[in-house]
Antibody, heavy 122, light 108 residues
Framework: QLHLVESGGGLVRPGGSLTLSCVASGFKLEDHYMGWVRQVPGKGLEWISFISSTGVTKYYGDSVKGRITISRDNAKNSMQIQMNSLRGEDTALYYC???????????????WGQGTMVTVSS | SYVLTQPPSVSVAPGETANINCGGNNIGDKSVHWYQQRPGQAPVVVIYSNTDRPSGIPERFSGFNFGNTATLTISRVEAGDEADYYCHVWAGFTDLVRFGGGTKLTVL
């Protein structure tokens, strides 16, 4: 069975930092683009980042650019996102997603984790 | 920036057909994917690459993309189809990944 499991969410003060992790099982992470999508409770989906299969190419959404860094460890079948200078508007459920094989950026996100909640509040 | 526009809500009676549109400038030139998100659950892709259906998704789900509008069609709607639906595209190297705002499908 194919699974993505996120961890690392929690309560953090404004201006603080947090690292989210995603571990894959049932498939080789190294074959795929991987990414993160977040969702404020009751609101829509917002893509925030993805990373190519080798980790060389990284893309970020405008709302998080300069404040987050995405990385991956294919040997551990895992991916991380380091988030800095967190703001109240970063409060959301963060989903790990599997993208296209062979670095096809236009492919669907065909596998999603259950998400990890990040709450930014004083 | 590239914007995808979806109606906030669509309502249909059981057994009827639901059409959910996703509007974008020349979206017909892009590959559109559709996700279903039931309350409290992660999104699931129901249509990818405009018209393709993943295994396990009923044939009642279909997609079409031409011009400035992509459409997700759900035939013979059932109560279990009630969910939020999102469209998604790779909008290119400037706008990167875009999601539509989502459409809440209500089965009357």
């Amino acid at each position: 069975q194919l699974h993505l499991v996120e961890s690392g969410g929690g309560l953090v003060r404004p201006g603080g930092s947090l690292t989210l992790s995603c571990v894959a099982s049932g498939f080789k992470l190294e074959d795929h683009y991987m990414g993160w999508v977040r969702q404020v409770p009751g609101k829509g989906l917002e893509w925030i980042s993805f990373i190519s299969s080798t980790g060389v190419t990284k893309y970020y959404g405008d709302s998080v650019k300069g404040r987050i860094t995405i990385s991956r460890d294919n040997a551990k079948n895992s991916m991380q996102i380091q988030m800095n200078s967190l703001r109240g508007e970063d409060t959301a459920l963060y989903y790990c997603t599997r993208g296209g094989k062979y670095d096809r950026k236009s492919d669907a996100f065909d596998l999603w984790g259950q998400g990890t909640m990040v709450t930014v509040s004083s | 920036s590239y914007v995808l526009t979806q109606p906030p809500s669509v309502s249909v009676a059981p057994g009827e057909t639901a059409n959910i549109n996703c509007g974008g400038n020349n979206i017909g030139d892009k590959s559109v994917h559709w996700y279903q998100q039931r309350p409290g659950q992660a999104p699931v892709v129901v249509i990818y690459s405009n018209t393709d259906r993943p295994s396990g998704i009923p044939e009642r789900f279909s997609g079409f993309n031409f011009g400035n509008t992509a459409t997700l069609t759900i035939s013979r709607v059932e109560a279990g189809d009630e969910a939020d639906y999102y469209c998604h595209v790779w909008a290119g190297f400037t706008d990167l990944v875009r999601f539509g705002g989502g459409t809440k499908l209500t089965v009357l």
